[in-house]
């Protein structure tokens, strides 16, 4: 995995507890959004890098190398919804990697990639923290468009926390980063993008919320299709501009393909499904159409019953250490 693949493996969400909105700017459940792959695919995966893991380290191979791996087999325990094993696994790459000068480039990565993990789960000050650190060495490093990640990333930990003129200001000044030097993962830019979409209607602006929304789809579309995970949070994304903004008869059917999309995928859409049905629900609950967000509501009912069964068959890192 190259260091601008590895940078992109964490795709976090923004939960906001105290509005009645929920704040969705990237995939949650998936390293690769164009990715066919299957669950069980990716617990082979799992033994596959935990395997690879066991034998770098009896070879003796560079702390450097072997903390890149586990920083890789956290990115896959990230993807199968696995925090405790994906946590642990970030945990040991970091203390591999934090005294070696030249891993500097990827233990920047990986403090930021942990940070995220954090958000998705709703740890902000832990999001904070990684975030900062690696924001901090990142500024040793010099690189432009690495820094930006960090801002982005940092504008939407922001806006989990409501501080919307914080995170806008952040998101913008990413994404003239990213735009600037023509950023070849239009990831970080999709979520740049959302976020503002969400940032602007919340800060009463929002034609500018409904274009950053539009330009977030337009891009998702070109970059992995129209079937996959980045449209569908674009998709919501505008859905939400154009609910906030008066377009009533364009925010349903945005958010209604967005949902349809994450169900169609072939690796289960886990959070982010559950997170467009709440946002749905707010619409409909917003609009007085209260047996459809009832609906909505048993709904929500199986899939959070299904996300506290979704790792019932996660591989456990340390039982795979020690065969």
């Known amino acids: 995995m190259s260091q601008q693949a590895l940078s992109g493996v964490i795709r976090s969400l923004c939960l906001c507890a105290l509005l009645p909105v ?38 003796q191979l560079p702390a450097e190398r072997i903390g890149y791996l586990w920083a890789v087999l956290a ?5 199968a919804g696995n925090f405790t094993s994906s946590e642990k696994a970030y945990l040991k790459s970091l203390e591999l990697q934090r005294n070696t000068p030249s891993a500097a480039r990827n233990y920047a990565t990986t403090l930021d990639n942990f940070g995220m993990l954090y958000l998705v789960y709703g740890k902000l000050d832990e999001a904070t923290r990684y975030n900062r650190m690696g924001e901090k060495v990142r500024e040793g490093l010099g690189i432009p468009l690495e820094l930006a990640r960090s801002k982005e990333h940092l504008a939407e930990i922001d806006l989990a926390r409501h501080r919307f003129k914080q995170a806008e200001m952040e998101s913008m000044e990413a994404l003239e980063v990213m735009r600037a030097v023509n950023d070849p993962e239009p990831l970080d830019r999709i979520a740049a993008l959302n976020g503002l979409a969400f940032t602007h209607c919340l800060l009463r602006r929002c034609a500018e919320g409904l274009a950053a929304a539009q330009e977030s789809v337009a891009l998702a579309k070109s970059s992995f299709g129209a079937d996959s995970m980045p449209a569908a949070h674009a998709m919501m994304a505008l859905g939400f501009a154009s609910w906030k903004g008066g ?5 349903e059917p945005a958010m209604r393909s967005a949902i349809e999309t994450m169900r169609a995928q072939p690796v289960p859409a886990g959070r982010s499904l559950l997170l467009a049905l709440i946002e749905y629900q707010n619409y409909l609950t917003q609009s007085h159409r209260d047996e459809e967000a009832d609906n909505v509501t048993k709904e929500l009912t199986t899939e959070k019953a299904l996300l506290a069964k979704e790792c019932a068959s996660c591989v456990n890192v340390q039982s795979l250490l020690q065969r």
Request: aromatic share 4%.
């Open 22 to 59: 929920i704040f969705v700017t990237r995939p949650v459940d998936a390293q690769q959004p164009a990715s066919k792959e299957t669950a069980a695919t990716l617990q082979q995966e799992i033994e596959s890098e935990i395997d690879v893991i066991g034998s770098a380290t009896r070879q």
């Open 75 to 79: 990115s896959k325990y990230r993807k």
């Open 247 to 251: 377009r009533l008869q364009e925010a």
